[in-house]
């Protein structure tokens, strides 16, 4: 079979911790989540127009509203693309997932442009720490077995590794050890993927890239002991992947939107 060396990347967005609420006011430290959302959106036509498939990653709703699912859903209708959804802290995973199927958006791995996209839920019910259950260990395997000659993105909410932040690493994946022992018997994995620390995070690890992203409301302050914000433009990530398994990805922000972040808050 002869490859087309020159078909164009395939052009991924991931959108993160939108923290949207049932209340078209609803704001989060003084940030109003719908219009930052907007802003983001905004930006990313501007900038690149549309891509080929979104990633959001968890803490979709502060509230855990069917509202604030819906809203979002509606908003994502500005790109005429699939998106893949999935839970964070903030979030209910039974009813997001309820959601998100009426988007079409509830599917847990995908095949598209010489990719392999795998969606975790890394949630826990009334915790703000994250744990992927032993049944969610066994889908990863078992979808990483299935496709090993696909360069691979595996994604879930909460970070998988030490990023340097006291109260930050308290509240990450508790079992991390369990998945990196599936990540690592397959070769395959380009990319591990997340969201919930609320900023740009770039770290290799055994040949996988890792990587976090901004929220597309407020950030969190990188390096920090305590909890603590900075106010800087909400933001996404931009990938572009070669079906040789390259690829490219950067973190752009909404520079142009307005806002007056409660900087003194002690959490959200």
Not at 74 to 90: D, R, T, V, Y
Not at 115 to 137: P, R, T, Y
Not at 160 to 180: C, H, Q, T, Y
Not at 208 to 226: H, K, N, Y
Request: negative net charge.
């Amino acid at each position: 079979m002869t490859v087309n060396q020159t078909a164009r990347p395939l052009k991924v967005l991931q959108l993160t911790d939108p923290h949207l609420m049932a209340s078209a006011d609803g704001a989060l430290l003084g940030v109003n989540t719908r219009d930052s959302l907007a802003a983001v959106i905004d930006e990313v036509l501007r900038k690149h127009g549309q891509p080929d498939l979104i990633l959001a990653t968890g803490d979709l709703a502060q509230d855990a509203s069917s509202e604030a699912y819906r809203y979002f859903g509606g908003q994502l209708k500005a790109f005429n693309c699939p998106s893949l959804w999935i839970a964070g802290n903030h979030d209910d995973s039974d009813l997001l997932a309820s959601v998100a199927a009426e988007f079409q958006a509830e599917q847990k791995q995908v095949v598209k442009g010489g990719w392999h996209f795998v969606m975790l839920d890394s949630s826990v019910h009334g915790k703000v720490f994250g744990e992927l259950s032993q049944a969610e260990l066994s889908f990863l395997d078992n979808a990483l077995s299935r496709h090993p000659e696909l360069p691979t993105m595996v994604c879930l909410h909460h970070h998988p590794v030490d990023i340097g932040s006291d109260w930050m690493e308290k509240i990450g994946l508790r079992n991390r050890d369990a998945f990196w022992q599936v990540v690592d018997k397959y070769p395959q994995v380009k990319i591990a993927l997340w969201g919930h620390i609320h900023q740009d995070l770039q770290q290799h690890r055994n040949g996988v890239q890792l990587l976090a992203t901004p929220s597309t409301c407020i950030q969190f302050a990188t390096g920090s002991s305590d909890f603590a914000v900075e106010p800087l433009a909400p933001g996404y990530r931009w990938f572009e992947l070669g079906s040789s398994g390259n690829f490219t990805t950067e973190v752009f922000r909404a520079s142009r939107f307005e806002f007056d972040l409660d900087e003194n808050s002690t959490g959200y």
